[in-house]
Nanobody, 119 residues
């Protein structure tokens, strides 16, 4: 069952920009934070950016100053604006939602969207 849906990936030249979008299913509630992770071939899935209730954000050092995470007006939506893209940004990008129910943390993932930065 798909509970988060990403969009906005694609092919872009170095120095270009992309904006990723993610919408969480209404079945996901008590969301504490949402974020973006990425996974390159043969690599672990790593945090790119996260945003929690209240608006606090965290970024990986490799993207700070280039990427911006934000929450949309719609319920449980999140965006990732990616500027000054580099070839090393190439990866599958996954949206994540973290919830807390009865003190238990749960994590939900989207299917991923491919971002390729190449000339």
């Amino acid at each position: 069952q798909v509970r988060l849906v990403e969009s906005g990936g694609g092919l872009v030249q170095p120095g270009g920009s992309l904006r990723l979008s993610c919408a969480a299913s209404e079945s996901i509630f008590n969301v504490n934070s949402m974020g973006w992770f990425r996974q390159a071939p043969g690599q672990e899935r790593d945090l790119v950016a996260a945003i929690i209730s209240g608006g606090k954000t965290n970024y990986a050092d490799s993207v700070k100053g280039r990427f911006t995470i934000s929450r949309g007006d719609a319920k449980n939506t999140v965006y990732l604006q990616m500027n000054s893209l580099k070839p090393e940004d190439t990866a599958v990008y996954y949206c994540n939602a973290e919830t807390t129910v009865w003190g238990k943390h749960s994590y939900y993932w989207g299917q991923g969207t491919q971002v390729t930065v190449s000339s």
